[in-house]
Structures are given as structure tokens and as C-alpha cells.
């Protein structure tokens, strides 16, 4: 990989894929790393690995060691001290891929690595501007609890009425992007822990980039322990603050680009 001179701008190679994978306190991370390469050597294509350590000081399963044992010249592993947050630790790994197409997908096992190539079948189907694994996909194959489902259901209504998203799950940890949407987006973005997904489909819609479609997923692990009241109610003040965000501040606009937040760490380095 060619090193980036500081504030340079590198050109980035649209045949290439890039998948971002955010950890934190996993333990089986060398192993998803592996999962992911496997999976990835089978679409016959170009392709890179960007792993985040989200807080090498703060995680307490050694995940930035083991991380560093899956290091190859496809898997590539960055770390910073302190945990961020999901959102964060995906967006520093998106400034530094260098693909036309950008995929992140969460650690841990749990979510099927061959979902990101379905998803970027579906991609190619409907001309996307966004993929998104969904649980609530037909073929999607997963159970979740029922406190989930509740969750979900007022969320993608609340979302359609308030954002105009037409989407059924947004909290699934895969997504896949053209690069231009995330150039346009990736700048306008503030969330960094519990609504980051939410808030960088909803922005990329309100931009203008309509082509938002679902593919499906499987999990096989029951991921309640994620849901108590502290997370619903986190995820609900961010869910407030981008809707304020987006009609009242109109913070996302063009117009609006004074008050975007500036963090040299997450400046693209490829375009």
C-alpha cells in the first residue's frame, strides 16, 4: 500500500473492493478476519481487508494482537488508543480504503461473511447506490427476540414517515457503498456510537441518493444481551438529534458545510 503524503489526496481504483471491518473486545477476531478473506477469495475479484481496532489501550480480550496475526498483504489493521465507537472506528477505516466499492461488516461470527457477497449481487441487480443486509429480509435466515422485533418495526416506521427511508432494518452491521456516495456523505456525519447506521443511510437518501435497496442475512447467534433500556434510550437521543439536524439546523445541506465537523483523522485519503 503506498504511503499517503499528509493532505495528499491518492486516486482511488474503482475495480478494487474494500470491506471495513470495526472491532472491539473480540476475541475471535483473527478467526472472522480469515472467514471474511475466505469468503471474499471467492467472488474473483479485487479486494481489501481494513481492520479497526476501536481502542487498543480499552479492549480487554487482546484484540489488537490477535488482530495482528491475521495481517497480510489483503488484510491491512489499524488501532488508536481509546474506544470511539462503531462509528467511528468505520468511518477512519473508510478514509483509508481505496475502493470504488466500500463495505463494512461488524466482528464476531455472528453475521455471515457470504452476506457481503449477496450483497454485492444485489448491488449489481438494482444498480444501488446502497446495500444493506437486513434481518427482516424474505430470505433472510435468523431469529432475534421478540424485544428486537418491537424495536425494529417502530423504527422503520418512524424512519419512512420522518426521512422518507423505505427500509426495513437499519442496524444490521453490513452495508455496502459506492464510493461517491460516501464522499458526498462520509464529511456531513457526527454519530459515532449507537445511530451511525442511521444516520449515514438517512443522509445519503436526503442527498439524493435514492437507490437504497435490502439483501439478506444470516445469523446464528441470539444477540439479545446487545438491547437494555441504556441503548434504547442512547440510540433515541441520536435518533432525535439527526432529525433536528436534518430540518432545523439543515445541517447536512451543502449550505451547512461551516459547521461540519473537521477531524483530520477521517478526511479521505483516496478519492
Known amino acids: 500500500m503506498p504511503k499517503v503524503a499528509k493532505n495528499k489526496i491518492l486516486k482511488a481504483d474503482p475495480s478494487l473492493l474494500s470491506v471495513i471491518v470495526p472491532a ?24 481489501e481487508i481494513i481492520c479497526i481496532v476501536d481502542g487498543r489501550k480499552t479492549s480487554k480480550d487482546h484484540t489488537r494482537e490477535k488482530a495482528i496475526k491475521a495481517k497480510s498483504a489483503d488484510i491491512k489493521i489499524y488501532f488508536y488508543p481509546d474506544n470511539r465507537g462503531k462509528g467511528y472506528a468505520i468511518r477512519f477505516g473508510m478514509a483509508r480504503a481505496r475502493g470504488g466499492v466500500i463495505a463494512f461488516i461488524d466482528a464476531g461470527s455472528d453475521l455471515h461473511a457470504k452476506g457481503l457477497g449477496l450483497a454485492l449481487e444485489h448491488m449489481k441487480w438494482y444498480d444501488a447506490d446502497v446495500i444493506i443486509g437486513s434481518k427482516r429480509h424474505h430470505a433472510s435466515k435468523v431469529e432475534y427476540p421478540w424485544q428486537r422485533k418491537i424495536l425494529s418495526f417502530f423504527v422503520q416506521r418512524a424512519t419512512r414517515f420522518f426521512f422518507g427511508l423505505n427500509v426495513s432494518d437499519t442496524q444490521t ?20 456510537r449507537w445511530a451511525f447506521d442511521l444516520e449515514i ?7 439524493g441518493f435514492k437507490r437504497i435497496f435490502e439483501s439478506p442475512v444470516e445469523i446464528t447467534h441470539n444477540f439479545s444481551s446487545n438491547v437494555d433500556m441504556s441503548s434504547v434510550q442512547n440510540f433515541a437521543i441520536d435518533y432525535l438529534a439527526i432529525l433536528y439536524r436534518t430540518y432545523i439546523l439543515r445541517y447536512y445541506d451543502d449550505g451547512g458545510s461551516d459547521l461540519w465537523q473537521d477531524d483530520p483523522k477521517l478526511k479521505l485519503k483516496y478519492k
Open 24 to 47: 472491539y473486545n473480540c476475541k475471535t477476531i483473527d478467526k472472522d478476519l480469515f472467514t471474511i478473506k475466505l469468503y471474499l477469495d471467492l467472488l474473483n475479484r479485487p479486494y
Open 201 to 207: 443511510l438517512t443522509v445519503a437518501n436526503h442527498l
Open 173 to 192: 452491521g453490513l452495508k455496502v457503498f459506492k464510493r461517491e456516495v460516501l464522499v458526498k456523505v462520509l464529511p456531513r456525519l457526527i454519530v459515532k
